[in-house]
């Protein structure tokens, strides 16, 4: 049984940072691609970034490139979003996922097969 369990989000002001964590089990940590996906309230899960299973390349959307860093580190399981200068727009539930098997890194969330519950980032303005 794989479980995600994701960390560290919350309210935040415009301008500042958050460092969400997700914590992987069940599964070959270092043998999967993993992402982080957000909704917001009303709209369609969509994907915020991406890391390949050697941690060597990374994705990232255009709303987030410059603003957020994923990372890995395979001996802890853990994948973390580094979130700086932060916008009220950035507001959601954010996902961690793993990839699929022989999924190496990927934007699409069909690509994912195992999901976290989630963590609620609010940016107020």
């Known amino acids: 049984q794989v479980q995600l369990a994701e960390s560290g989000g919350g309210l935040v002001q415009a301008g500042g940072s958050l460092r969400l964590s997700c914590t992987a089990s069940?599964?070959?940590?270092?043998?999967?691609?993993m992402g982080w996906f957000r909704q917001a309230p009303g709209k369609e899960r969509v994907f915020v970034a991406a890391?390949?299973?050697?941690?060597?390349?990374?994705y990232y959307a255009g709303s987030v490139k410059g603003r957020f860093t994923i990372s890995r580190d395979n001996a802890k399981n853990m994948v973390i979003l580094q979130m700086n200068s932060l916008k009220p727009e950035d507001t959601a539930v954010y996902f961690c996922?793993?990839?699929?098997?022989?999924?190496?890194?990927?934007?699409?969330?069909?690509?994912?097969?195992?999901w976290g519950q989630g963590t609620q980032v609010t940016v107020s303005s």
């Open positions: 996922a793993t990839g699929r098997d022989n999924i190496l890194i990927s934007r699409m969330s069909y690509d994912y097969d195992y």
């Open positions: 069940g599964r070959t940590f270092s043998s999967t691609a």
């Open positions: 890391i390949h299973q050697s941690g060597g390349s990374t």
